[in-house]
C-alpha cells in the first residue's frame, strides 16, 4: 500500500532546497562581492563544458515568480541560503544594503505566501577576500563567520526562526581543500585537516551565536550521509569500509556531539592536533536542535593500497552494474533507512530532519510535459524507506526535496536536472514536472 502524508504525523515538516549560488545568478550587482564560486568557475577545466552561474535561474529577480510555485506545490517549507558575499562583500566589515534588502524582500515574500523559510547560513559560497586570507585553512575564520552569524541574526533573526549553520561540511573541505575538485580548487592534507577544524569549530561557534541572540530558534546543521558497504566480505575490505565511514559519516557529527574527532578508527586524524589549540575540544561541541542529513546513495568500498592515508577506495556505480542517476549514483532507497538507523543511534541527536534528497535522471519536453517517472519513484521509494525508520523509533520530523528548480550542480555544471520544476536556461521559463505534481498532490492529501 503506498505511504500517505498522513502516515508521518501531523508535525512533520515538509519542504523543498535550494541554495543561493546555485540560483540566484546576479553575480555581480547591487554590491554583491565575489565569491570562490565566481573565480573557480573561470579556470580551465574545472566546470562541464565551462558553464558558469552568473545568471542561473535569475532567482534574484524571480522569486516571487518562483514563491508563486513553490505556493502552487503546496510546499510549505523553503530551504534556501544566504550568500555570505552579498551580504558582506569582503566578507566581514561593510554591509551592503541592498543585498540585506533581497533578502528581506525573499523573506517578506515568503512569509506573505505562507512558506515557512528555512536558512542555511553557509552553503559553500566563500566570499573570494577571505579566500585571499586563506579560507577555511586561516582559523580567523571563526572570527569571520561569527561575524557574519551575527550580521545574519540582526537584519533577519526577528523572522527565520529554523536555522541550518552549514552545508555539508565533508564536502566542501574535501572537495575544495583536499581533492580540488570544488572552489577553492585547494589541495593536500594540509590544507584539508585545517579546513576540516576551521569547519568544525565555525559549526558549533554558529550555533552558539544563533542561541545568544534567541533562545527560541530552532538551530541544525547538516551532513553528507552515504550508507557504506564493503565490497567483499573480507577483512581488507571490511577494514577500508570503515575508514571511509569515519570520512564520509563521522568526521563532523562526532566533534559536534562532544565525542571528539574518531581518531582510533582513522590514525591520520591525530595530525589534527597541530590546529587545536587549548580549549578547542569544548568549542567543538553544540547541543543542535536537529541534524540534518542528505542522503542519495550507498557506496561500496574495497581496500586500496594506493590510496594514501586511508587505503580505501569506492568502487563506483557504472561499474558495477547497477541503476544509476546521472550523477552516477547508484539508485538505492535502502540506503535512507540505514543512515537514519545509523545517526539516529546517537544518543545526544535530539531530531533529525532529511534536508536534502533526489535525483538527477534526464527529462524529457513533450507537449508541454515532462514524464520523470524515474524521479517520481525515487522519492516515493526514499519517502517509504523514511517511514520505515521513524516506525522504528527514529526522530525524523523533517523531509525536503533536493531540488525546487534546475539549477547549476557546481563542477557538473547544467546537466544534472534535479528539480520538481524544468527551467530553459535560455529563456528561464519554469515547467513543472510530474513529480513536482505527484509531490504537490502528496502534499495536498489527495490519492494518486
Known amino acids: 500500500m503506498a505511504i500517505t502524508k498522513a502516515d508521518f504525523g501531523n508535525d512533520f515538516v515538509w519542504g523543498v532546497s535550494t541554495a543561493a549560488y546555485q540560483v540566484e545568478g546576479a553575480h555581480n550587482v547591487d554590491g554583491k562581492g565575489p565569491s570562490i564560486w565566481d573565480e573557480f568557475v573561470c579556470k580551465p577545466g574545472k566546470i562541464y563544458q565551462k558553464q558558469h552561474a552568473q545568471i542561473a535561474c535569475d532567482f534574484y529577480n524571480r522569486y516571487t515568480d518562483d514563491n508563486r510555485l513553490i505556493k502552487e506545490l503546496n510546499i510549505p517549507n523553503h530551504r534556501f541560503s544566504l550568500s555570505w558575499s552579498r551580504i558582506l562583500p569582503e566578507g566581514t566589515g561593510r554591509v551592503n544594503r541592498k543585498g540585506i534588502d533581497f533578502y528581506n524582500r525573499l523573506i517578506d515574500h515568503s512569509l506573505e505566501m505562507g512558506i515557512q523559510p528555512w536558512v542555511t547560513l553557509y552553503h559553500w559560497d566563500l566570499p573570494l577576500s577571505l579566500q585571499?586570507?586563506?579560507?577555511?585553512?586561516?582559523?580567523?575564520?571563526?572570527?569571520?563567520?561569527?561575524?557574519?552569524?551575527?550580521?545574519?541574526?540582526?537584519?533577519?533573526?526577528?523572522?527565520?526562526k529554523n536555522w541550518i549553520v552549514l552545508n555539508e561540511p565533508m564536502v566542501f573541505t574535501g572537495a575544495g581543500y583536499f581533492l580540488g575538485v570544488h572552489a577553492p580548487g585547494?589541495?593536500?592534507?594540509?590544507?584539508?585537516?585545517?579546513?576540516?577544524?576551521?569547519a568544525a569549530l565555525c559549526q558549533a561557534e554558529g550555533g552558539r551565536v544563533l542561541r545568544q541572540f534567541d533562545q527560541s530558534f530552532n538551530i541544525g546543521t547538516t551532513f553528507s550521509c552515504s550508507h557504506l558497504e564493503p565490497y567483499r566480505n573480507i577483512r581488507k575490505d571490511i577494514e577500508a569500509a570503515k575508514k571511509a565511514d569515519v570520512l564520509i559519516n563521522r568526521?563532523?557529527?562526532?566533534?559536534?556531539?562532544?565525542?571528539?574527532?574518531?581518531?582510533?578508527?582513522?590514525?591520520?586524524?591525530e595530525r589534527m592536533e597541530q590546529y587545536f589549540r587549548p580549549g578547542d575540544e569544548h568549542k567543538l561541541a553544540f547541543e543542535m536542535d536537529f541534524?540534518?542529513?542528505?542522503?542519495?546513495?550507498?557506496?561500496?568500498v574495497a581496500y586500496s593500497a594506493f590510496m594514501p592515508f586511508v587505503?580505501?577506495?569506492?568502487?563506483?556505480?557504472?561499474?558495477?552494474?547497477?541503476?544509476?542517476?546521472?550523477?552516477?549514483?547508484?539508485?538505492?532507497?535502502?540506503?535512507?533507512?540505514?543512515?537514519?538507523?545509523?545517526?539516529?543511534?546517537?544518543k545526544q541527536v535530539k531530531q533529525i530532519m532529511v534536508t536534502e534528497n533526489g535525483a538527477a535522471f534526464n527529462d524529457h519536453v513533450f507537449n508541454e510535459k515532462i514524464e520523470d517517472c524515474k524521479r517520481k519513484k525515487f522519492i516515493q521509494d526514499n519517502l517509504a524507506e523514511l517511514s520505515k525508520a521513524q516506525k522504528e523509533g527514529v526522530n525524523v520530523k523533517g523531509y525536503f526535496v533536493w531540488t525546487l528548480l534546475d539549477n547549476f550542480e557546481w563542477a557538473e555544471g547544467y546537466y544534472p536536472r534535479f528539480g520538481l520544476i524544468h527551467v530553459d536556461f535560455e529563456t528561464q521559463k519554469r515547467l513543472i514536472k510530474d513529480s513536482g505534481t505527484w509531490y504537490r498532490d502528496f502534499l495536498n492529501h489527495e490519492p494518486e
Open 251 to 269: 568526521l563532523f557529527i562526532e566533534p559536534l556531539l562532544g565525542l571528539g574527532y574518531p581518531v582510533n578508527d582513522l590514525k591520520i586524524l
Open 291 to 300: 541534524i540534518g542529513i542528505q542522503n542519495y546513495t550507498r557506496e561500496i
Open 186 to 198: 585547494k589541495k593536500g592534507l594540509k590544507n584539508f585537516l585545517a579546513a576540516v577544524h576551521h
Open 132 to 160: 585571499q586570507d586563506g579560507g577555511w585553512v586561516n582559523r580567523d575564520i571563526i572570527q569571520w563567520f561569527g561575524n557574519y552569524v551575527e550580521n545574519c541574526t540582526r537584519y533577519f533573526g526577528d523572522r527565520i
Open 311 to 346: 587505503k580505501a577506495k569506492i568502487i563506483k556505480a557504472n561499474k558495477r552494474k547497477v541503476e544509476t542517476t546521472l550523477m552516477n549514483w547508484e539508485v538505492y532507497p535502502q540506503a535512507m533507512y540505514h543512515v537514519l538507523k545509523k545517526f539516529g543511534d546517537y
